[in-house]
């Protein structure tokens, strides 16, 4: 086992689908932005999506090659806004330690939904603390491993 820094594959961030509504209704044509950051913040991706006519939303799996040595705990913050009559607001925000695919909850949120006029909720029910706007139905298991 090296101490010296050797390229691995990580997610940075799971693929996420799903809809956004404001008091209950899809909004449409909305810019959802994601930043990504690692490393105190020093490294970062960003992307955007914009909903559909339902409110429908889309944001790719985000992977990347990072130098890791075996010493450093590796963790990526993200963190998903909605942009919605020119304010920014945090429908996801969470420090992500697992470097696979749907390792954030543990599995694929299946019906995710995102409401605007709802209050943040944290929860600690997963590896790390979730800020959110969004609930989902269930998790469908997803069988990659560390």
Known sequence: ???LPSPQEVVLSSPMEGILTFEGKPLTGVKIERKLSWFDK?????D???TNS???FTLPLVKKSIKLSNLVHFVVSQEIHAIH???PIVIWAMGKSSKIEYGELGGKPINLRCELSSEEVVT???KNPLMTRCTWDSLEPWTNTE
């Open 1 to 3: 086992m090296s101490l």
């Open 42 to 46: 020093s490294e970062s991706v960003e």
């Open 48 to 50: 955007f999506v914009v």
């Open 54 to 56: 339902q409110g429908h």
């Open 85 to 87: 009559n020119s304010e």
């Open 124 to 126: 600690r029910d997963y």
